[in-house]
């Protein structure tokens, strides 16, 4: 089973930074892709960023210059930092990691942590 740690949520002014971090631990033979996703209060969960094992990254238009996916192989980590924070942003952010086993591939998700931008 994977257990996935989620830290680094908060609240921040606009124009603020975060970082947001996810470990994942257990038993897994690799880990995948991991990403990130935020739900708001009424809305659908949607991707913010993912990035593959190789490093190849894809983000949501919305975040595109202002947000960096990060990942550390070794540690099965994977980092969000958030530059130039915008009310919109406000939401519970969860961690998404791909997991391979020798019996199969699953996806795992963190348990969510909340991050509020207001003035």
């Known amino acids: 089973q994977v257990q996935l740690v989620e830290s680094g949520g908060g609240s921040v002014q606009p124009g603020g930074s975060l970082r947001l971090s996810c470990a994942a631990s257990?038993?897994?033979?690799?880990?995948?892709?991991m990403g990130w996703y935020r739900q708001a209060p009424g809305k659908q969960r949607e991707l913010v960023a993912i990035i593959t094992s190789g490093g190849t990254t894809k983000y949501e238009d919305s975040v595109k210059g202002r947000f960096t996916i990060s990942r550390d192989n070794a540690k099965n980590t994977v980092y969000l930092q958030m530059n130039g924070l915008k009310p919109e942003d406000t939401a519970r952010y969860y961690c998404?990691?791909?997991?391979?086993?020798?019996?199969?591939?699953?996806?795992?998700w963190g348990q969510g942590t909340q991050v509020t931008v207001s003035s």
């Open positions: 998404n990691v791909q997991v391979f086993t020798e019996q199969d591939v699953t996806n795992s």
């Open positions: 257990g038993s897994m033979t690799s880990v995948g892709i």
